[in-house]
């Protein structure tokens, strides 16, 4: 998903802009984070290593933090 602002965004109503934005961005994060463990889980359920097998597009690196603090975490949303 992607989105651009241009500097003729930019006026006297920055401040829904930047609000927009927020929203925009903080949705995109939530659905990134969802797909991760859903991937995470079903690593999980077919028996696989989870670390061996990292999230399309994730480092094999940048897939530990995920699943160290993210992935199971029983408070996950």
Same mark, same amino acid.
């Given at each position: 998903?992607?989105?651009?602002?241009?500097?003729?965004?930019?006026?006297?109503?920055?401040?829904?802009?930047?609000?927009?934005?927020?929203?925009?961005?903080?949705?995109?994060?939530? $659905? /990134?984070? *969802?797909?991760?463990?859903?991937?995470?889980?079903?690593? %999980?359920? &077919?028996?696989?290593?989870?670390?061996?097998?990292?999230?399309?597009?994730?480092?094999?690196? $940048? /897939?530990? *933090?995920?699943?160290?603090?993210?992935?199971?975490?029983? %408070?996950? &949303?």
């Amino acid at each position: 998903d992607k989105f651009q602002i241009t500097d003729e965004d930019i006026g006297e109503d920055s401040e829904l802009i930047e609000v927009v934005s927020d929203e925009k961005a903080y949705k995109i994060y939530k $659905g /990134w984070k *969802y797909a991760m463990r859903r991937h995470y889980v079903r690593m %999980k359920e &077919e028996g696989l290593d989870a670390f061996a097998h990292p999230y399309p597009g994730v480092t094999n690196a $940048g /897939w530990r *933090y995920p699943i160290d603090n993210i992935c199971d975490d029983e %408070k996950f &949303e």
